[in-house]
């Protein structure tokens, strides 16, 4: 993880904390990632001089990285140093994977990783981003945005998204999920899901969608439907989407359908063979949607998934960060 002059040290201690703490609860022999920080100088100033921070490596650090992770910096229209994108650009030239943070991505940007690319940045930036990289395709409304080898999250709260969004793609959705509850921290948000959503007073003292969720999870194998769940919380289908887009920033079917995905992945996790009874048990329907569904999530096939993150995986360790 680069540190440089002015980095927010929010987003370097999230990235600690996903990646960098000791993990008794996964019950593996050893960490799934190594964390390194390193500087350009022996000595950056962070968050506006607030913190003072010595004695790491320097940036030849970055050639050992299987991951780059970027915080972002508070002055983005300020220019990165030609050494800090330097080592950027030669990580992501070697074939790593490079992760920006908040407004880390316009460090992306300037090294040229982004042009022609989808990324997103903090929706306060995002006017600013267009005009000095014209040429990335912003999403300014998004959590984060997977690339698959550069990857940029919006705010410094979605860093945590696109973290356990890592977890899920290096270790499979049991160990994902195992980091989330640590964190306690919701166990996945699409990263399509709007940055913020604008929650009107309510017209009832509580309308809660938490024990309707709870409810729908518990029975994903049977043939929900939008009109059932909205039955089941007492209002209108219309209503009920409405809810949804408020507090969730999605439908009730992607929700639904997302959720069934990820309990597909659980399952052949947990060494379910039969891709009919893994279709059956997640509400998926039948194993050709199964596949569908599952590349569609995860970009890889139900046999790769389970090769990935089968019973067989256990213990598998990840690569430096």
């Not at 359908?257 to 399952?267: G, Y």
Request: charged share 25%; hydrophobic share 40%.
């Amino acid at each position: 993880m680069i540190v440089d002059d002015g980095t927010n040290p929010f987003e370097v201690g999230v990235a600690t904390e996903l990646f960098g703490l000791p993990r008794p609860e996964l019950g593996l022999p050893g960490p799934l990632y190594e964390v390194t920080l390193c500087t350009p100088t022996s000595a950056v100033r962070m968050n506006h001089g607030f913190f003072t921070l010595t004695g790491v490596p320097g940036l030849d650090a970055v050639d050992g990285a299987d991951t780059l992770v970027v915080p972002g910096r508070p002055d983005n229209v300020v220019p990165r140093g030609d050494d800090v994108l330097d080592a950027i650009r030669r990580t992501h030239a070697r074939g790593a994977r490079v992760v920006s943070f908040c407004t880390g991505t316009f460090a992306l940007a300037e090294a040229g990783l982004l042009d022609g690319r989808r990324a997103t940045t903090h929706w306060m930036w995002a006017d600013t981003f267009r005009d000095l990289h014209p040429k990335v395709l912003l999403e300014p409304d998004v959590l984060y945005v997977d690339e698959k080898d550069v990857l940029t999250a919006a705010g410094s709260a979605a860093a945590l998204d696109l973290g356990l969004r890592l977890w899920h793609r290096d270790h499979g959705a049991e160990i994902a999920n195992a980091v989330s509850r640590r964190l306690v921290f919701a166990a996945h948000r699409d990263g399509g899901q709007r940055q913020f959503v604008e929650r009107p007073l309510p017209d009832i003292p509580d309308d809660s969608l938490g024990p309707l969720l709870a409810w729908a999870q518990e029975r994903l194998g049977e043939p929900l439907t939008v009109a059932e769940l909205a039955a089941r919380a007492a209002v209108s289908p219309a209503t009920l989407h409405r809810r949804f887009r408020s507090q969730l920033g999605t439908t009730p079917l992607a929700w639904l359908t997302r959720e069934r995905v990820a309990l597909a992945c659980r399952l052949i996790e947990r060494g379910e063979e039969r891709l009919d009874v893994v279709a059956a048990r997640s509400g998926l329907g039948t194993a050709a949607n199964l596949r569908a569904r599952l590349r569609r999530e995860t970009g890889l096939s139900p046999s790769s998934y389970r090769r990935r993150f089968g019973p067989v995986a256990d213990g598998a360790l990840g690569g430096a960060l």
